[in-house]
């Protein structure tokens, strides 16, 4: 893949304090986020962040509390700016822009959606959702007609004059992501979007972000702290401890081969019959006997159904209508355990 | 042979206080003590103050002096001050005789209407409207119709204009901590100072025919809390909000004017009742230097003692500040229906 990056972070370093600069160089130096406020009296926020988030692609951030997501996503629209290092956007230095660039670059290429909703309260649904085109200037009938449009396709219609305070929270955060779809810029920022709804409704609205994702191809950066989330939402995970980045790449990928004993730790208690899917546990084609043809996208637990059980099964695993693999059952009943990368049990 | 002359010469000043005896004017106690016709014995270890000072030596100024040289410096002050402020603060005796004159010119009939409309306008509710137009015709019923108009127009006067300055004065403060730091100082020191205390200076720099001396008293003591509650109201607004208005591009502006003042809109009406109030309090006080109103009647039933007079008229303080109260805070819930909150 060579293409070049929607949006990239290189060299990216946030130290929260008055002194943030002259301090720069213990960061750099590999002093740890504890002894930098016990002898700095500094908030390690960020240590050098390389990302390259892909256009089309969802991206996720994933980390605990703390861990530096929030001030990591706010670095893309410049809501902080950063102690050292480059935002790079469509290739152009997010650091070099002018106050006024800035605020074209908020208005026309990315939107934002909040963890609290953030919502306007004094203003109805509708105006809420048309407030991206109203804060460029647009006139009053585009910006309803282009907010009830969105409106309706995340399942809002009929609620353009309700206010805020009279919808539950999983409506407010739909109005929050028609605001962001009603902006249409290429790029969305979601800090920890679903975070704050229920179970079920935070189901229904990941299956209407990936829904959505699926016609309109935008670069999304999703910030999360829940692994199942993450793991079905991303194209690109990110992990971040202690504003650093520890593991990076493909969800899959990082599931299978855990970096880090912090992120075997993430991985060992999540249903791995249910998240990885036949192309983690492939084996090149060599076979010419096999019990069926599989999809490369089917999970792990439905080829448990389909097979009974039965480990001493064989698969060709299918792209389309091409052959790309077989699946030994045995594989996959030994990936459904956790691989330790220290070696001891 | 007074106290501290030893002091003095203990201290080798006797030359600079100018040969003991002093040729100061006497304080009234010693004018006092020489009519009765006994010697002043003074007491056994009397306090060191500029008069029992001066009476060991009289190089040490009196009293009196301290008084008479602020008294003098404020009218050196004066014809600068003066020149400065009269132009600028002329526009408000304009208005506040406009507004008086108003009052007073519409008829009843038609002002009586008008004011129902208003309160029926900004509370929405038939109750407060109801209680508004039975104070009113019971205030002229009493024939205070004309004076409690007065005190209203001063109000209505004097109230705008602590909202037309007090509100702009509260969002820069919002927006400078540094500003901030500097002006509250002062609120602190006009909400502090006893009313009586803003008159005084008042009085030396504008004539006391002029309307404008009474209505710079009200608004300076009237605005403080409009300032204090916008700049808190800003303040205020859920930060999420805020950065949600950064995050989709807004400017200043566009924050000032649809997310901030809208969301502040509660605290200011707040602000705007309590100024209301003050007003009021201060109109009554201010009949002290002629202005007119339900204020003078108190005043005559205090100096003549009227009693009736002046409980009649403070009745009819209390139902204005009632009405103003119950339509302004009518308005202010109104306000906060409209942004529900959790
Ligand atoms: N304005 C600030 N001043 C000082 N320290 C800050 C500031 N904002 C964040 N931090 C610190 O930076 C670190 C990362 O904070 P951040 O909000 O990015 O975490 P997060 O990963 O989003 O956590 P959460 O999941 O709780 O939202 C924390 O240690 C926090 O205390
Ligand atoms: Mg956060």
Redesign the pocket.
């Known amino acids: 893949m060579t293409k070049e990056p929607k949006v990239s972070l290189r060299g990216l370093y ?1 130290i ?2 008055a002194k943030d600069e002259a301090i720069l160089h213990h960061v750099q130096a590999g002093m740890s ?1 504890e002894d930098l406020l016990v002898q700095h009296h ?5 240590q050098d962040i390389n990302v390259d988030m892909q256009a089309g692609e969802i991206t996720v951030v994933m ?12 670095h893309l629209n410049r809501l ?1 700016d950063p102690t050292a290092g480059e935002i790079l956007v469509d290739g152009e230095d997010v650091m070099a822009l002018s106050e006024t660039g800035l605020r074209s670059l908020r208005q026309n290429k990315m939107s934002m959606v909040f ?1 609290k909703f953030a919502l306007l309260p004094h203003r109805t649904v509708l105006q809420n959702a048309g407030l991206a085109l109203a804060v460029r200037g647009e006139d009053a009938a585009t910006c309803n007609a282009e907010a009830s449009k969105w409106l309706d396709r995340v399942g809002l219609k009929g609620y353009e004059n309700h206010y805020p305070a009279q919808l539950s929270g999983g409506m407010q955060q739909r109005v929050g992501i028609a605001r962001a779809l009603t902006a249409n810029t290429d790029i969305m920022l979601m ?2 979007a679903f ?1 704050a709804l229920d179970p079920l409704i935070r189901t229904d609205m990941q299956n209407l972000l990936l829904e959505l994702q699926e016609e309109l191809h935008k670069t999304i950066v999703f ?1 999360t ?1 829940d692994l199942d989330e993450a793991l079905k939402l991303a194209d690109h995970l990110v992990i ?1 401890k ?2 650093a980045v520890v593991q990076q790449g493909e969800p899959q990928g990082i599931l299978m081969n855990p970096s880090d004993p912090y992120i075997e730790d993430f991985v060992s208690d999540i249903n791995r019959a249910r998240v990885l899917r036949v192309k983690s546990v492939m084996e090149p084609l060599t076979g010419t006997e096999f019990a069926g043809d599989v999809s490369l996208h089917d999970n792990l637990e439905s080829m448990i159904a389909r097979s009974g059980g039965d480990t001493t099964l064989h698969y060709r695993v299918m792209d389309g209508d091409a052959p790309v693999g077989e699946l030994h059952m045995r594989d996959l009943v030994k990936a459904l355990v956790p691989r330790l990368s220290s070696g001891d049990a | 042979m007074a106290f501290y002359d030893g002091l003095f010469k203990v201290l080798g000043l006797s030359d600079w206080c100018g040969a003991g005896a002093s040729n100061a004017p006497m304080s009234m106690a010693d004018l006092l003590a020489q009519n009765t016709g006994e010697e002043t014995k003074g007491e056994f270890f009397p306090f060191p103050s500029l008069d029992n000072l001066n009476e060991s030596c009289s190089g040490i100024i009196q009293s009196r002096d301290v008084t008479k040289g602020i008294e003098n410096g404020f009218l050196a002050a004066k014809p600068a001050l003066k020149s400065v402020l009269d132009p600028i603060t002329q526009p408000l005796s304009w208005l506040l005789d406009g507004a008086l004159w108003t009052f007073a010119t519409i008829p009843w009939f038609i002002m009586v209407p008008i004011l129902v409309a208003i309160s029926y306008y900004a509370s929405r509710s038939k109750a407060v409207t109801g209680f508004v137009l039975f104070s009113i015709l019971l205030l002229g019923l009493v024939d205070h119709y004309d004076v409690a108009m007065q005190t209203l127009s001063i109000i209505f006067v004097c109230t705008g204009i602590s909202v037309l300055l007090g509100v702009p004065i509260g969002i820069a403060m919002s927006k400078s901590d540094r500003l901030q730091r500097s002006v509250v100082p002062v609120l602190d020191l006009l909400q502090t100072l006893p009313t009586f205390v803003y008159l005084i200076p008042l009085i030396f720099l504008f004539s006391v025919t002029e309307s404008k001396l009474y209505g710079i008293a009200i608004i300076l003591y009237a605005i403080v809390p409009v300032v204090r509650l916008t700049d808190l109201g800003i303040r205020l607004v859920d930060k999420d909000v805020i950065e949600a208005a950064n995050a989709f591009g807004m400017n200043a502006r566009q924050k000032l004017v649809k997310v901030e003042l809208p969301l502040a809109l509660p605290n200011i009406m707040a602000g705007i009742n309590q100024t209301i109030m003050m007003s009021l309090a201060m109109v009554v006080i201010a009949s002290l230097v002629s202005a007119p109103g339900l204020g003078v009647n108190v005043l005559r039933g205090i100096r003549n003692l009227e009693l009736g007079v002046g409980i009649v008229a403070g009745i009819g303080i209390v139902l204005l500040a009632v009405i103003l109260d119950r339509v302004s805070k009518a308005a202010l819930s109104r306000v906060d229906m409209t942004h529900v909150k959790h």
């Open positions: 946030k929260f304090g986020k500094h908030v390690l926020g960020l980390g605990l509390s703390g861990s530096g997501k929030s001030t990591l996503i706010r902080i963890q800090d920890e975070s910030i702290h971040l202690d504003g």
